[in-house]
């Protein structure tokens, strides 16, 4: 079978409406399919203000905002008359859902009726997700309910090996391969790092800046970094906070580390030069699968201190590019970051062996990677 064969329906609960690290590897897969000489046709929630332009065609599917406070994400309710009219016109012969909300198992089931293989790509540890939110008692029912999903398909493309053995040890059978993440390396390197622009922000030169970049959302583990600035801060560590991003937590997060620098949403070059004025990448969220913001630090040759869990347990060489850290341990992060901080030598060690490290990571091997299980999974069927 060749990639000229394969007529891929791509399922996505956020393709482009709201920019995340999930659903930008997913434009980018499909760009790699479509020069390739695939046909894909992508089917997802869509707003008239999208955050950027969709790689390939999109179908929009009806959906509702996520409650909650989280208004800016949706949700499907299904597969509605109009997308699945559009789909069986299609024809796909592969289908790959790309999130486990109803509209991928609309698509999963509709593709087990008519003979059609699955794939599904795991992007977010959605597991994680109630614990932040006050209802961490459903997270086994959710557990049982992820299991089953990733059960029903033929093959599971996860980001790295700690998620494969995550789901495994759920009770996940389906075959299980790798779909890393790329860096665009001519964005993210050590050369756009600006201390005119950090003078700017009221960073003086030598005082290290500690970083966060991402959606301001408490998944994000927010009250953690909240709680290791303040102990820096107790500890009379030498340090500014540098936040790079937007959300619906910012207000919250503004009031839990008031002497914070915060830019706002970067992007493009304005982005890479943002993460290139890092000295120390602090990231502990445990709800990463990957973590594309902690490749993209390393890239740009900043030390990385993070959460011991999945994704940065695959980026992170431990006393090499960084330190990983039990996830909510306020002091062991106050430690490493403290160590970072006050040792200029280590910081350039590490941030010359995460720059090296990262250069492995590019999209085009990378996105093969998928496109190999496509033809392979269609070959079998």
Known sequence: MEPTDLRVALFSGNYNYVRDGANQALNKLVRHLLDAGAQVRVYSPTTDTPAFAPEGDLVSVPALPIPGGRGEYKFALGLPKAPRADLEA?????VHVSAPEFLGHAAVAWARERGIPVIASLHTRFETYPRYYRIGFIEPWLIRRLTRFYNRVDRVVVPGNSVAELIKSWGVTTPVGIWSRGV???RFNP????????????IPDGVPAIGFLGRLVLEKGLDIFAEVARELKRRDVPHRILVIGEGPARDWFASQVPEAIFTGFQSGDDLARAVAGMDVFFNP???ETFGNVTSEAMACGVPVVAAKATGAMDLVEEGITGFLVPPRDVTAYADAIERLARDPEMRASFGTAGHARMQAH????INQAVLDAYLEVAAAR
């Open 90 to 94: 299609f024809k796909p012969n592969l």
């Open 362 to 365: 590019v999209w085009p091997r």
């Open 191 to 202: 050369q756009r790092r600006d201390d005119a622009w950090r003078r700017g922000l009221g």
């Open 184 to 186: 665009d390396h001519a």
């Open 285 to 287: 969220s445990i709800t």
